[in-house]
């Protein structure tokens, strides 16, 4: 056994079972060690694209995502889905396959210092070396898998992949360590907080998508009937459907939701990670009470009441274990307000926007299937307007909100759950900048729908420079007069529609394909001036 095959033993002892990447001579002897292991090497059309899918594979899986390049410009390029997941919370692995050990630090080809480059966004970056693979393997998973999870990043010279292995792997999946449990003094002084409180409103938030139990959650609010809104990556962890829910907060019609949350006397961050959205952009003066895994960063002008820090599960159950602490909701104000904010979202229009095609997508993708989607101005329609009714079939970046990150969600997605539909909505600068991975999708015969929101624009930018008063120069996709798609992109086959009739008979044909089919969707963006920042 060589370092390349511990490193591959390890990390399936982690549960890890596929690896994202784009090989060079650096990298062959892991992809080797992982023929030769049983793990599955997934080719991408582009490092970023890798470390996107390792992201969500740690998402979805509760173990690491695994990811790995070549030094130099393959590093760099991973760098961006690393950051993702430093910023996002997902655990990861992410190896960069370097010189031999002794032309580290020389002015040669392609060799640039990977732990500098590294370090600003993982949790550690560790360099194997030919005596330590085995405890830099142990290291990596356990610090990867803590709270808050995140990346690690592992440096591995060809000559210590190739050099016999010292030691052995980790037996097991290595647990995430649990935080300790809140403070009885903190939760009391919570306690005492909420029951003064006579209109609070709850804020969901990414932290809590790591609940062992989320039903203490669900538990939490409903025997205190607090209303509840999300950040968008919280979205389905308690179903968008149930009467207590407002819905999504800082994306489509914000200042509707803003307006609405600043009516009450008490705002509950739970599980309230500030890097998807920071409490003063949102929450004026109304006062703060933050349950969290770590303390919340806010500003002096957050009106922070007060703080609990711990294991998530062990607070919300206690909380809901005390006698119930009545306000003065009533179910008809809420209802009401969740339908004004929908409606709002759902202009009147003679064309066919964006607005009905993610109505269309909805509609026709099953109540358990999975929605992985990209960064722009339908991201802020989708968080708003989209009903999530579980957690972890609403896949976007949020802390890191990186274009590119839809279409390697949706294969990472698929891969994880071959049993459930997978959707891809992205917009047309997105598909641009990912098209290439059709051809993995293809190659790995997984049957996605891929839908593209056609509007011709970098719409969030178009946007923002009407509103600075901006010329609309540099933000146009696509100036030429429209042409329909060609009939496929890799030997993926394209569909071209203009209607919610048309998109709704496509993404059906398509979900019942046996391979990946894109579907352009050719719409009227001019809502989104509207809908977006309002």
């Not at 991973?78 to 997902?90: H, I, N, P």
């Not at 190896?95 to 040669?108: A, E, K, V």
């Not at 709270?147 to 592992?154: C, F, K, N, R």
């Not at 095609?357 to 990209?374: H, N, Y």
Request: with cysteine.
């Amino acid at each position: 056994m060589n370092n390349a095959d511990l490193i591959v033993q390890s990390l399936k002892e982690a549960g890890i079972t596929h690896g994202f990447g784009i090989p060079s001579g650096n990298v062959l002897p892991m992809i080797d060690a992982m023929r030769r292991g049983g793990m599955e090497f997934v080719l991408t059309a582009h490092e970023g694209s890798a470390s996107f899918a390792a992201d969500v594979m740690g998402r979805l899986t509760g173990n690491p995502g695994f990811c790995i390049a070549t030094l130099g410009p393959g590093a760099t390029n991973l760098a961006t889905g690393v950051g993702s997941a430093f910023l996002d919370r997902s655990p990861m692995i992410a190896i960069t396959c370097n010189l031999n050990t002794p032309q580290l630090g020389r002015r040669i080809q392609m060799w640039i210092d990977h732990h500098a480059l590294f370090r600003p966004i993982t949790k550690a970056t560790l360099a194997a070396r030919h005596d330590n693979v085995a405890e830099v393997m142990r290291e990596a998973i356990s610090i990867a898998l803590a709270e808050p999870q995140g990346p690690v990043h592992i440096d591995l010279p060809e000559d210590v992949s190739l050099a016999e292995a010292k030691g052995v792997a980790p037996a097991g999946v290595n647990p995430a360590t649990r935080l300790p449990n809140a403070q009885e003094e903190a939760l009391a002084n919570a306690s005492k907080i909420i029951s003064k409180a006579k209109r609070p409103i709850a804020v969901i938030g990414s932290s809590a998508m790591r609940m062992q139990s989320p039903e203490k959650l669900q538990a939490f609010l409903e025997k205190h009937r607090i209303p509840f809104a999300t950040t968008t990556m919280a979205k389905g962890l308690v179903d968008d459907d149930h009467p207590l829910a407002i819905g999504c907060i800082e994306r489509g019609r914000r200042q509707v939701q803003r307006s609405f949350i600043r009516s009450c006397d008490l705002i509950l961050g739970l599980g309230y990670d500030t890097i998807e959205v920071e409490y003063e952009a949102w929450s004026s003066d109304v006062p703060v009470l933050s349950l969290d895994i770590e303390p919340p960063d806010v500003a002096e002008s957050v009106n922070l009441q007060g703080a609990v820090s711990g294991d998530l599960d062990n607070m919300l159950e206690r909380l809901a274990g005390i006698t119930t602490i009545p306000n003065s909701w009533n179910e008809t104000e809420i209802k009401e307000h969740r339908e004004n904010f929908q409606e709002s979202l759902r202009p009147n229009t003679s064309t066919f926007t964006p607005w009905q095609a993610i109505d269309v997508v909805r509609e026709v993708t099953p109540k358990e299937g999975i929605l992985s989607f990209d960064v722009g101005a339908h991201t802020h329609q989708i968080a708003s307007q989209w009903s999530a009714h579980a957690p972890r079939k609403f896949l976007i970046t949020n802390g890191w909100s990186s274009m590119g990150f839809g279409l390697p969600g949706a294969i990472a997605a698929k891969i994880s759950n071959p049993d459930k539909p997978v959707v891809c909505m992205l917009g047309d600068g997105c598909f641009q900048m990912t098209a290439g991975e059709l051809a993995t999708l293809r190659r790995m015969k997984l049957a996605v729908p891929v839908v593209v929101l056609d509007d011709r624009w970098l719409s969030l930018i178009q946007i923002k420079q009407h509103k600075r008063q901006y010329e609309q120069y540099g933000s146009n996709v696509e100036p030429e007069p429209y042409r329909e798609p060609p009939s496929h992109y890799f030997n993926v086959p394209t569909v071209g529609v203009r209607s919610p009739d048309d998109l709704r008979k496509a993404l059906e044909a398509a979900f019942k394909a046996d391979g990946p089919t894109v579907i352009e969707a050719v719409v009227d963006g001019s809502h989104y001036f509207e809908t977006v920042f309002d």
